[in-house]
T-cell receptor
Framework: AQRVTQPEKLLSVFKGAPVELKCNYSYSGSPELFWYVQYSRQRLQLLLRHISRESIKGFTADLNKGETSFHLKKPFAQEEDSAMYYCALTGGGSNYKLTFGKGTLLTVNP | EAGVAQSPRYKIIEKRQSVAFWCNPISGHATLYWYQQILGQGPKLLIQFQNNGVVDDSQLPKDRFSAERLKGVDSTLKIQPAKLEDSAVYLC??????????FGDGTRLSIL
């Protein structure tokens, strides 16, 4: 069974501080990992996926297969980063269904 | 490109009533998903369609939930009869070949 764990429901940092949102997963094969973000009053949208290995809005995430983790990091948080962040995985193939974590609400204080 | 469209945005019904949600995916996206998101939790897949065929409905409560995608484009999700625990946001998503999923705004359902 596939499972995604986001241990922090809430995370509060000050503007300019580093931020790390934790994500651990359980999957027997080789999963594809994603971070989705939902800003206030907006729809859920893709932030980044591990296979693209790109940085979006200053965020990066590295897949650590040994620790089964996919933590999201940003060196200097901005107030506009305040949002709900969801880690998700899929096993890929023809059945591309996503399994989501419960989400972490990030608040960046001025 | 136009995004995934869902309607209605909000719906309030009494328990034991029926309700239906509609989704229009991004043009050309063959795969369509319905998710249920209960307050404080991440979205949970209810059903996945590939064109007009069901790929995965293992988590759909089939005694009360049904979904269809007759022409392989639009989809409807129905609940009959509704229970209090069905209060949630119902999200529709679509994807093309090996692409990440694009989500609609969702329908917020409240059961009284």
């Amino acid at each position: 069974a596939q499972r995604v764990t986001q241990p922090e429901k809430l995370l509060s940092v000050f503007k300019g501080a580093p931020v790390e949102l934790k994500c651990n997963y359980s999957y027997s094969g080789s999963p594809e990992l994603f971070w989705y973000v939902q800003y206030s009053r907006q729809r859920l949208q893709l932030l980044l996926r591990h296979i693209s290995r790109e940085s979006i809005k200053g965020f990066t995430a590295d897949l650590n297969k040994g620790e089964t983790s996919f933590h999201l990091k940003k060196p200097f948080a901005q107030e506009e980063d305040s949002a709900m962040y969801y880690c998700a995985l899929t096993g890929g193939g023809s059945n591309y269904k996503l399994t989501f974590g419960k989400g972490t609400l990030l608040t960046v204080n001025p | 490109e136009a995004g995934v469209a869902q309607s209605p945005r909000y719906k309030i019904i009494e328990k034991r009533q029926s309700v239906a949600f509609w989704c229009n995916p991004i043009s050309g996206h063959a795969t369509l998903y319905w998710y249920q998101q209960i307050l404080g939790q991440g979205p949970k897949l209810l059903i996945q369609f590939q064109n007009n065929g069901v790929v995965d409905d293992s988590q759909l409560p089939k005694d009360r939930f049904s979904a269809e995608r007759l022409k392989g484009v639009d989809s409807t999700l129905k609940i009959q009869p509704a229970k209090l625990e069905d209060s949630a946001v119902y999200l529709c998503a679509s994807t093309g070949m090996s692409q990440p999923q694009h989500f609609g705004d969702g329908t917020r359902l409240s059961i009284l």
